[in-house]
């Protein structure tokens, strides 16, 4: 089954900040509507190994910040 265009969704950065075997450190910058926690099951997928978010902090909602 295709997925719609409408529900296609955009990373505008993505980092890599620290990998510690098992666990990897990253930040993005995403549209709203972004399933983060199935990005990190995705990664599991293509690793063939299972993943999930240990931690998930949002920093920015639109003009807001939370520093």
């Known amino acids: 089954k295709k997925k719609k265009l409408e529900n296609f969704k955009f990373f505008h950065d993505?980092?890599?900040?620290s990998v510690n075997f098992p666990?990897?450190?990253f930040s993005l910058t995403c549209s709203k509507g972004t399933y983060i926690r199935s990005?990190?099951?995705d990664f599991g997928k293509k690793l063939d190994s299972g993943a999930h978010?240990?931690?998930l902090r949002r920093t920015f909602i639109g003009d807001y910040s939370v520093d």
């Open 14 to 17: 993505f980092l890599i900040k």
């Open 39 to 41: 990005l990190a099951h």
């Open 53 to 55: 978010l240990s931690e």
């Open 23 to 25: 666990e990897i450190e």
